[in-house]
């Protein structure tokens, strides 16, 4: 008998299964604390230690996402620079063409320039020039 969906789209995200976040280590310390040993009871430095771990594994997260953020305002800095440059990137494998950034779109997770009638993300971008003002041509590829 075939089984159905249980009505989820079956994509998640991947789980780093390597390394704890911050609700498993709190768990972790509190069962230790809870299942102790009466007779040897946890050593206050020892707890001293793990609880200044826990802390300092929160502020390498707020750290780690306050990177992330920085990273994608540059991002959007650097693309939106490009308005009115000349640049050059690699369409395929071998075909490198050139334009003029016309204007900028921020809807996915790499901006995107927009070149003629092309979109470009910014990471394959490979050449910025200072564009010609007088030239309002479409991408063009060079000659081989």
Known sequence: MPVGGSG???????????????QAFLKLLVAQ?????????M???QLMA????LNTMERLVELSDTQREAFALQMRSSAAALVG?????KDSETTT???VVTAVSYAGAVPTVRVGDTDVPLDAVAAVTAADPTATTPPTTPAA
């Open 8 to 22: 989820s789209s079956g994509a998640s995200e991947p789980v780093d299964r390597t390394s704890l976040d911050k």
């Open 33 to 41: 604390m809870r299942y102790q040993d009466p007779t040897s009871p």
């Open 43 to 45: 050593d206050t430095t």
């Open 50 to 53: 793990q609880t200044t771990q």
């Open 85 to 89: 440059r000349e640049v050059t990137w």
């Open 97 to 99: 063409r050139t334009g």
